[in-house]
């Protein structure tokens, strides 16, 4: 079942949202040369607890492989879920995905943006450019009575029409009570299929884009996921709610 939130639930996701919005366009902002990542979830920490809301990824999971920071911080061939360290700093040419997540008032909201460190080379801005694209594609296209399957399509219709690849191991979420709810998210797909979009129900689209092939794997941190080729790789992520006309994106 895909939980429908009601007219007091979406006012709570959309206050989570803009704490969560306003958060990361700071840090976003911050990005620099020789920033420790470690500096970075720091700051998006206090920022968010200033605001009243608390980091969501911190401590998800559970026991010794627990979530152990406020930001995903994923930097050039890092795809998805890079663990913020002291001495892992930014360089002039890096691009940086930074994932953030708070839980406000006992619901969560999620997103992601990928930016660069001073000047990049043309290739990576591209990849950005249409690892966005693919996100606002998705946002133009949402509303109900349409298949989830028929946005999957589009995004990876889009990303593969541009010579990149979509990552097939990871994919987006309904949010709400939880972090992770029902229905995934997929970035790849079939027009038709999966479940139908209703009003009231919020979902997590999160696409993940690589520059040379699809495959991806877990590094030796147990979290931090990586191209298998070396390439880049960027991710964008809204969190987004599906209305009687279309959507609107919570974390603008
Ligand atoms: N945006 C990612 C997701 O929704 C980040 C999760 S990090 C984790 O899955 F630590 F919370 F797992
Ligand atoms: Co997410």
């Not at 949202?17 to 500096?39: E, F, N, Q, Y």
């Not at 930014?90 to 995905?97: F, Y």
């Not at 997929?186 to 129900?201: D, Q, V």
């Amino acid at each position: 079942m895909i939980p429908i939130k009601d007219e007091k639930e979406i006012e709570i996701m959309r206050q989570a949202g803009r704490i969560l919005s306003g958060v990361m366009k700071r840090i976003a902002l911050m990005v620099s040369h020789g920033d420790s990542t470690l500096d970075l979830d720091k700051l998006a920490e206090k920022l968010i607890i200033e605001a009243g809301a608390q980091p969501a990824f911190k401590g998800y999971g559970s026991g010794r492989n627990a979530y152990p920071a406020t930001l995903c911080i994923s930097v050039n061939n890092e795809v998805v879920h890079g663990i913020p360290r002291q001495n892992k700093k930014l360089q002039q040419g890096d691009i940086v995905g930074l994932d953030c997540g708070v839980k406000y008032k006992g619901y969560f909201s999620d997103m992601a943006v990928t930016v660069p460190v001073g000047k990049i080379s043309s290739e990576a801005q591209r990849l950005i450019n249409v690892t966005k694209n693919s996100l606002d594609l998705a946002i133009r296209t949402i509303k109900p009575n349409i298949y989830l399957g028929d946005i999957s399509y589009e995004i990876q219709n889009y990303i593969e029409k541009n010579k990149f690849s979509v990552v097939r191991q990871f994919c987006g979420h309904g949010i709400g009570r939880e972090l992770h709810e029902e229905p995934p998210v997929l970035n790849f797909g079939k027009k038709g299929t999966g479940p139908k979009l209703s009003p009231g129900m919020v979902l997590a689209f999160e696409p993940m884009v690589n520059q040379g092939r699809y495959e991806v794997e877990v590094s030796g941190d147990g979290w931090t996921v990586v191209t298998k080729d070396g390439s880049l790789s960027t991710h964008f992520e809204h969190t987004i709610l599906v209305t009687k006309k279309g959507c609107e994106v919570l974390t603008r």
